[in-house]
């Protein structure tokens, strides 16, 4: 029955409708069901399980015969595609989330090695291999001095040079931890303040220069120190630099030992020549001298030799070069490469390391 306008407005039509409009709601549904079906029939058609390249360990994995998978030919399913984005999507997310994240730390600070270098290359020897999974275990456990001393072994081994600059790497972040750190190792010792120690005082005394006693101890006012306040020292050591020139690297050695490697930039040979040095003294906030300017001030622009200078002084049979010496750069740019300006070059946070580790008088050799 239809509604129409008569003569006294809406009248009802007794007039039968198209047979069709019966049965709308049923056409509508039935075409409904047939939407859903086409676009929801993949679910059901997933694998039950993953392949065996993509499984976990110890997974049982469930697959189809070879002929079976290749008479069923995929079905394609909008839902199963959206599924797909959004999976791959959250994957990729927290793959990122876990490469941002802050690398865990050891009981008294942050592993010294871990920010700079994840991994080794790979390896072929097996007792290469080993070593470097004990290494691993003592730098777990909070024992940095057995690990330094596997390492060490590892880098003397003939069949380590796939992992030498690695191990090289690993040896001299542990060095300057411990060194700096509140650690015991077997090259540092414990003074009690007593009456009279000041800081110059016990430098000559340990053989450590007075910056590094402050460092290593956190005084800011050496004036102020304490009677009966324990100290790290360093007992009488022997850090002795070599330069290599042509590898454009520099060597520290303790007491005999590999302490850490260092990347330097060079001037030309003849002005750095082959031969053994001393350290002479040591210049904090250096100036620089050039023919155009005269004396450059530092903080100017035109000084180049960085935070630090370091002079030189031949020694034995090697002929004094005037103006030899080991400084600091503002352009770490230079490291790796010879320049017209300047000596031996070293990053900035390098060569105050130096300074606050070598006393005058320590040896330095060029080699070529």
């Not at 101890?217 to 070599?242: A, M, S």
């Not at 155009?292 to 004094?320: C, D, M």
Request: charge should be neutral; hydrophobic fraction near 40%.
């Amino acid at each position: 029955m239809a509604l129409q306008r008569g003569s006294y407005g809406i009248e009802f039509d007794e007039r039968p409708g198209l047979p069709f409009g019966k049965f709308w709601g049923v056409a509508a549904l039935v075409l409904l069901g047939v939407l859903g079906t086409v676009f929801f029939r993949g679910c059901a058609d997933e694998p039950a399980a993953e392949s065996a390249a993509e499984g976990g360990v110890g997974q049982t994995r469930y697959r189809l015969p070879e002929e079976a998978q290749k008479a069923a030919p995929e079905r394609l399913s909008l839902w199963r595609h959206f599924l797909s984005s959004r999976q791959k999507a959250a994957t990729a997310e927290a793959e990122g989330q876990a490469a941002a994240a802050p690398v865990a730390g050891h009981a008294g600070g942050v592993s010294p090695t871990a920010a700079k270098d994840a991994s080794p290359a790979k390896v072929q020897s097996p007792e290469v291999r080993k070593l470097l999974d004990k290494a691993a275990e003592y730098e777990s456990a909070d024992d940095w001095v057995n690990a330094r001393l596997v390492l060490q072994e590892v880098r003397l081994r003939p069949d380590a040079d796939e992992v030498r600059a690695f191990v090289e790497r690993k040896i001299g972040g542990l060095n300057t931890a411990l060194v700096f750190g509140d650690r015991a190792m077997p090259e540092k010792a414990r003074h009690r303040i007593a009456a009279g120690d000041l800081i110059g005082k016990l430098a000559k005394r340990y053989g450590n220069t007075q910056d590094y006693l402050l460092k290593a101890n956190g005084i800011d006012k050496p004036e102020l120190l304490r009677i009966g306040r324990e100290i790290w020292v360093l007992q009488t050591p022997v850090f002795e630099l070599t330069v290599f020139k042509r590898a454009s690297s520099a060597v520290l050695t303790l007491n005999g030992q590999f302490f850490k490697r260092y990347e330097i930039g060079l001037c030309k040979s003849e002005y750095a020549p082959a031969g053994t040095y001393l350290i002479r003294n040591r210049v904090k906030k250096p100036s620089y001298r050039t023919p155009q300017h005269g004396e450059v001030e530092f903080g100017n622009p035109q000084n180049i030799l960085g935070t630090r200078w370091v002079t030189l002084s031949a020694t034995g049979e090697t002929p004094e070069v005037k103006g030899l010496g080991l400084h600091g750069t503002w352009n770490d740019a230079l490291l790796g490469r010879t320049s017209e300006e300047g000596r031996i070059r070293f990053s900035n946070a390098d060569i105050e390391e130096l300074c606050t580790l070598m006393t005058d008088g320590s040896a330095v050799t060029l080699a070529e």
